[in-house]
């Protein structure tokens, strides 16, 4: 564990609650970012966040392993599993209005980049995260703690409870359907180049 959590984890075990809040204004920017990536609205991301670490508070003084932030993004893992077993089935965009006439995807406008905007890339992680939410939700979680939080293939191993081998497998279906999803994101980007 990094020298900085063990010393606020000490602290805030004697009783200093500011030491906690060092360790989730720590934590406050990936953890929050990937349970976003999950979320269907912020209001839902922040009450997980939260819930988050109300369940570390809980189990602090139970906390024994090295690794604090593989600790909490296994929490939040669970949340989020947790909830996807909970939820309703979302209706599909596909489906007829109960008119007939329609389906909610005809009715979606098509929202194109401008050529500046893909130029400078900035609708890119838009159209990444589009094509990641399509991801089987154990890929979805392997890119987004990669990708996000910046774990350690052997960290999102123990997040997923799972082999090393398994979360570089999951990256690797992972990275092959997003690279089949935005090839033609990909080609239109190199044709715009000069």
Known sequence: MA?????????????DAEALGRLVDKYRRPLFAFLSRFAAHPGEADEWF?????RAIQHMNLFRQK??????FRIAHNLIVDHARRRKPDCSLDAPLPDGTATLADMVPADRPTPAAETAGRDLGRLIAAAAANLPVEQREVFWLRMDAGLSFREI?????????????????????????????????????P
């Open 3 to 15: 020298a900085e959590d063990a010393t606020c984890l000490a602290a805030y075990r004697r009783g």
């Open 50 to 54: 939260q819930e988050t670490w109300v």
């Open 67 to 72: 690794n604090l932030p593989g600790w909490l």
């Open 157 to 193: 191993a123990r997040v997923q409870r799972c082999s090393i081998n398994t979360a570089l497998a999951r990256m690797q279906y992972a990275l092959g359907k997003l690279r089949a999803a935005l090839g033609p994101a990909y080609r239109e980007l190199q044709d715009l180049r």
